[in-house]
């Protein structure tokens, strides 16, 4: 029996698995933490992008014959 436990005990075969698993999970927890702060950034710059679109700014584009247009009316 004590010889059955040391060769158990020896055995690394599963080690493989366990650090794959761990940097799987570091690689997930990183990608969650990249993705909320980009999704923050977004959300910023739409909340931008909203308020300026409904201030009533005006623009004038070229190439396309409009002129002097305002947003927001």
Known sequence: MIKL????AKDESGAVTVDWVVLTAALV???IA???TV???VDNVN????????SGQ???T???GVTGA???D
């Open 62 to 64: 070229q190439g396309d």
């Open 34 to 36: 990249v993705l909320s």
């Open 58 to 60: 005006t623009f004038s």
């Open 29 to 31: 927890g990183l990608a």
């Open 47 to 54: 909340d931008d992008l909203t308020a300026s679109f409904t």
């Open 5 to 8: 436990f040391n060769k158990f």
């Open 70 to 72: 305002t947003i927001g």
């Open 39 to 41: 999704a923050t950034g």
